[in-house]
Nanobody
Framework: EVQLVESGGGLVQPGGSLRLSCVASGFTFSNHPMSWVRQAPGKGLEWVSSINSNGDSTVYANSVKGRFTISRDNAKNTLYLQLNSLKTEDTAMYYC???????RGQGTQVTVSS
């Protein structure tokens, strides 16, 4: 059974930083490209970033490029998302997922507010 457990969210002021983590199990993590997606209140799912299986290729949505950094540790079966220079419009539930699959974890809430 595929399991994805996100953590690291919280309440932060504009301009602040957070580091999200996603621990994966139930599949061979190192074989799969991974992604972060997010869903703001009342809005649809938005793709944020993806990383290839060995971590040497990353892509970002224009809305987060230059502020967010995706990375992975295949030895720990863990995916990360470093969020810097946060804006109020980054407020959302953040989910990790295998890039080419639809299942995702329970999410971690990021709230950016003064």
């Amino acid at each position: 059974e595929v399991q994805l457990v996100e953590s690291g969210g919280g309440l932060v002021q504009p301009g602040g930083s957070l580091r999200l983590s996603c621990v994966a199990s139930g599949f061979t993590f190192s074989n799969h490209p991974m992604s972060w997606v997010r869903q703001a209140p009342g809005k649809g799912l938005e793709w944020v970033s993806s990383i290839n299986s060995n971590g040497d290729s990353t892509v970002y949505a224009n809305s987060v490029k230059g502020r967010f950094t995706i990375s992975r540790d295949n030895a720990k079966n863990t995916l990360y998302l470093q969020l810097n220079s946060l804006k109020t419009e980054d407020t959302a539930m953040y989910y990790c997922k295998r890039r080419d699959a639809t299942d995702r974890g329970q999410g971690t809430q990021v709230t950016v507010s003064s």
